[in-house]
C-alpha cells in the first residue's frame, strides 16, 4: 500500500487510540461505590495563590473500601485542602483531625447508580463520536490522495475495520464500568 495512505490510517488509529484513552480516563473519576484517590483527581487546591492539583500538594490513599485519607505535606494547607474539596462540589463531607483528611464515602443510592451509569453511557458516546469524526477525517484524506480506486476503497474498508474494533472496545469498557457501578 502507498506510504501517504498508510500514513492516513495510523493518523486516524492514533486520533481513535486518543479517544478511547481520554474515555478510560473520564470513567475512572465516575464513582463506583468503593472510595478511590481518582475521586478527586480534579480537585484544585489553592496553594499560596496558584490554583494546584490534590495530589501535588498531598498524599491521598484510601486505607479501605469507604475511606479516603488526605495527608498534607504541609499542615498549614488542611484548610485549604478541605475548602477546595467542598468547592469541588464531590459530594463529600471532609472531616479534619488536624493531622490529615479523613472522607467517609457514602455507599451509593439506586437512584446515584442510575445517574452514575447514564453518565458512563454519556461519556461512551462521546469516545463514539471521536471514532467516528477519525474515521470521517481518514476517509475525507483518502479521497484527496493520487492513487488508483481500488486502493481508495482498500484503504476506507482499513478505516472501517479499525472503527469496528475500537467501537467494540468502548462498549466492552462501558460493560465493565456499568456492571462495577451497579454492584452493591
Same mark, same amino acid.
Given at each position: ?12 488509529? @492514533? ?7 481520554? /474515555?478510560?480516563? %473520564?470513567? =475512572?473519576?465516575?464513582? +463506583?461505590?468503593? #472510595? ?62 488536624? @493531622? ?7 455507599? /451509593?443510592?439506586? %437512584?446515584? =447508580?442510575?445517574?452514575? +451509569?447514564?453518565? #458512563? ?64
Amino acid at each position: 500500500m502507498n506510504e501517504e495512505i498508510n500514513f492516513i490510517i495510523d493518523t486516524a488509529k @492514533e486520533a481513535m487510540t486518543k479517544a478511547i484513552d481520554h /474515555l478510560v480516563k %473520564e470513567l =475512572r473519576s465516575i464513582r +463506583a461505590g468503593k #472510595a478511590s484517590p481518582s475521586m478527586l483527581a480534579n480537585v484544585q487546591v489553592d496553594y499560596y495563590g496558584a490554583s494546584t492539583p490534590l495530589g501535588q500538594v498531598a498524599n491521598v490513599n484510601t486505607p479501605d473500601a469507604r475511606t479516603i485519607s488526605i495527608q498534607p505535606w504541609e499542615k498549614n494547607m488542611l484548610q485549604a485542602i478541605e475548602k477546595a474539596i467542598m468547592i469541588a462540589n464531590l459530594g463529600f463531607n471532609p472531616m479534619n483531625n488536624g @493531622e490529615n483528611i479523613i472522607i467517609n464515602v457514602p455507599p /451509593l443510592t439506586e %437512584e446515584r =447508580r442510575r445517574e452514575l +451509569a447514564k453518565q #458512563a453511557k454519556a461519556e461512551a458516546e462521546h469516545a463514539k463520536v471521536g471514532i467516528r469524526n477519525a474515521r470521517k477525517e481518514a476517509n475525507n484524506d483518502i479521497k484527496k490522495t493520487d492513487v488508483s480506486d481500488d486502493m481508495k476503497k482498500n484503504a476506507e474498508a482499513d478505516v472501517q475495520v479499525l472503527t469496528d474494533q475500537f467501537v467494540k472496545d468502548i462498549e466492552e469498557t462501558l460493560a465493565v464500568k456499568e456492571t462495577e457501578i451497579m454492584t452493591v
